[in-house]
T-cell receptor
Framework: RKEVEQDPGPFNVPEGATVAFNCTYS??????FFWYRQDCRKEPKLLMS???SGNEDGRFTAQLNRASQYISLLIRDSKLSDSATYLC????????????FGAGTRLFVKA | NAGVTQTPKFQVLKTGQSMTLQCAQD?????MSWYRQDPGMGLRLIHY???????DQGEVPNGYNVSRSTTEDFPLRLLSAAPSQTSVYFC?????????????????FGPGTRLTVL
């Protein structure tokens, strides 16, 4: 089992739709969680951190479910510009500098 | 600020050749790291550094060397290129935050180097 798993998609949605991605992680001691966005042939950029209480940034909502060991990202009112790959990132807290990236979920938003 | 810069953007090597991928950052970040990204596998950590003069291995260090003589620069050396090293390489930097190994801080990535080994 991979340490961090994501549905690769692609998710094809129309503009204005709501779409949700899940990401599961294997290490129950993991402490910090993030969503990064990566545009085609570009570098990853931080979209948002994921806090235990859940957090929202505009149209984006991130949640953490420690009991089931997954994090989620909800995008409301999808825009064409949301088309990208969304990377789930977990620090497994195994000591040292180690951040595990998921393989990413591809999103296409169509007009 | 230029942020994190990488050179070259593209490189083609023959098997057995060596080369150095350059990475520099002007944000005075303590942490720097090198990742490779392959289709369907996500980014994997090659080597990292928590400060000048300090480096350590990540998940996939074999075939690569690093050094950190200054805070700003963190070059990655391919000793003898192999086709399995064909990949996109990203350098990243971040603040150390509270504590020696804080992982709560945003990583800033360079634009990447696309390497093909024939």
């Amino acid at each position: 089992r991979k340490e961090v798993e994501q549905d690769p998609g692609p998710f094809n949605v129309p503009e204005g739709a709501t779409v949700a991605f899940n990401c599961t992680y294997s290490n129950s001691a993991s402490q910090s969680f993030f969503w990064y966005r990566q545009d085609c042939r570009k570098e990853p950029k931080l979209l948002m951190s994921v806090y235990s209480s859940g957090n929202e940034d505009g149209r984006f909502t991130a949640q953490l479910n420690r009991a089931s060991q997954y994090i989620s990202l909800l995008i409301r009112d999808s825009k064409l510009s949301d088309s990208a790959t969304y990377l789930c990132v977990v620090n497994p807290n195994t000591g040292g500098f180690k951040t595990i990236f998921g393989a990413g979920t591809r999103l296409f938003v169509k007009a | 600020n230029a942020g994190v810069t990488q050179t070259p953007k593209f490189q083609v090597l023959k098997t057995g050749q060596s080369m150095t991928l350059q990475c520099a950052q002007d944000m005075n970040h303590e942490y720097m790291s090198w990742y490779r990204q392959d289709p369907g596998m996500g980014l994997r950590l090659i080597h990292y550094s928590v400060g000048a003069g300090i480096t350590d291995q990540g998940e996939v260090p074999n075939g690569y060397n690093v050094s950190r003589s200054t805070t700003e620069d963190f070059p990655l050396r391919l000793l003898s290129a192999a086709p399995s090293q064909t990949s996109v390489y990203f350098c990243a930097s971040s603040y150390s935050g509270q504590g020696v190994m804080s992982s709560y801080n945003e990583q800033f990535f360079g634009p990447g180097t696309r390497l093909t080994v024939l």
